[in-house]
């Protein structure tokens, strides 16, 4: 049986690159990093973002970009200040997709590495709520 989820796991051309947007962004702590050693595939970092494991790897960055992306949930206050520490690291933002109203609100940006990550105010029971609302209104 599942439990939740264990880690998530970013292959990237530079641990020192990705710790900053970690820290910078999501306001990761690093919990351990395996410096010359390779106990996996390659030389790693471990970070916590609130009780969530991500860790990096050292590797090749993805040959494209695309919508797969993991999204963390952000209080909507917050939303302007990421939007500020995002653009403060000089990291690739793209224009929200088109929502309707009541969903919650996104930033979607680019690490160097072509992984697309999403700040999202929004939760899955509000999303739920309102896509029901849409149906009734085209019923």
């Known amino acids: 049986m ?3 989820l264990s880690h998530m796991t970013f292959i990237v051309r530079d641990l020192d690159r990705m710790s900053e947007i970690l820290s910078g962004v999501f306001g990761a702590r690093e919990v351990y990093s ?3 050693d390779t106990f996996s595939v390659s030389r790693e970092k471990f970070f916590l973002i609130g009780d969530i494991w991500v860790a990096v790897m050292e590797g090749e960055a993805l040959p494209v970009r695309t919508y797969n992306h993991i999204a963390f949930k952000i209080d909507e206050a917050d939303f302007d200040l990421h939007v500020q520490r995002i653009e403060s690291l000089g990291l690739d933002m ?3 997709r088109p929502r309707v109203e009541g969903e919650g609100r996104s930033i979607y940006f680019y690490d160097h590495d072509n992984h ?3 700040l999202h105010t929004g939760t ?4 739920l709520a309102r896509y029901g609302k849409g149906k009734e209104a085209a019923q």
Request: proline letters at 12%; aromatic letters at 6%.
């Open 2 to 4: 599942i439990e939740g």
């Open 34 to 36: 395996s410096e010359d």
């Open 94 to 96: 793209r224009p929200p």
């Open 116 to 118: 697309l990550f999403e």
């Open 124 to 127: 899955l029971a509000e999303r």
